[in-house]
């Protein structure tokens, strides 16, 4: 039989995760893995160096699709900063859901200790950039380093919430995970309502008030 002239970057993510779900292990060489596949082993290196790099790419892609399906709603392009990441949210899980054979057995053993984990490296540099650019209000502190103080801190603290909805997805029980949903739009909501700068300026606003006045009367 002929060999596969083209191979994408979706059927070496497609074949690697059917042979981990079907034989329970990793391939154990890509000569191996392209011979089973009928494909020239060549051909795997124009899209990834290793299956390491196969694992990362498979949830690069998770996300990947998750925003080119949101990019494509109408109603998307005019949500706030947070419908977006609710839609975002959903959206990125139904993903996983759709794949949580593969997902469970990945994770599973390193629920406790996901922030580390290596095959997740390109899904949060990915995901950092995305939250960075949903321009969410910050409190406009006007001092440079402290500005990127403030947005190194969003990051990260949007990130560990991603992790964690991941570790509650992975542990739940539920039907169609309606608790994860619940779970996704509180957690959402929550740190939004922290975030809310208005009653911060409010307060702000008065005390240079009430400093003002007192200056001005002494």
Do not use: C
């Not at 042979?19 to 191996?32: C, D, G, M, R």
């Not at 809310?196 to 200056?215: Q, W």
């Amino acid at each position: 039989m002929a060999k596969k002239k083209t191979v994408s970057k979706n059927d070496i993510i497609t074949w690697y995760m059917d042979y981990v779900l079907e034989h329970n292990q990793n391939p154990k060489t890509i000569f191996a893995f392209a011979k089973m596949n009928n494909f020239e082993e060549a051909k795997f290196y124009e899209h990834f160096a290793s299956f390491e790099a196969v694992e990362k790419g498979i949830f690069e892609a998770f996300f990947t699709n998750s925003v080119n399906a949101l990019y494509k709603s109408e109603d998307y392009k005019i949500f706030d900063a947070r419908n977006k990441l609710l839609s975002f949210y959903y959206t990125f899980f139904e993903n996983l859901t759709a794949n949580r054979s593969y997902v469970k057995h990945v994770l599973d053993k390193y629920k406790n200790d996901l922030k580390g984990l290596k095959m997740l490296s390109d899904l949060k540099t990915h995901f950092t950039i995305y939250v960075s650019e949903l321009e969410i209000q910050m409190l406009d502190v006007k001092q440079e380093q402290l500005e990127k103080i403030q947005d190194k801190a969003l990051k990260e603290s949007a990130w560990l919430q991603l992790l964690l909805t991941m570790k509650f997805w992975l542990d739940d029980t539920s039907a169609s995970f309606e608790k994860t949903d619940v779970f996704i739009e509180k957690s959402v909501n929550t740190t939004f309502d922290v975030l809310d700068i208005a009653p911060l300026k409010s307060v702000l606003d008065l005390g240079k008030f009430l400093f003002k006045e007192k200056f001005q009367m002494n």
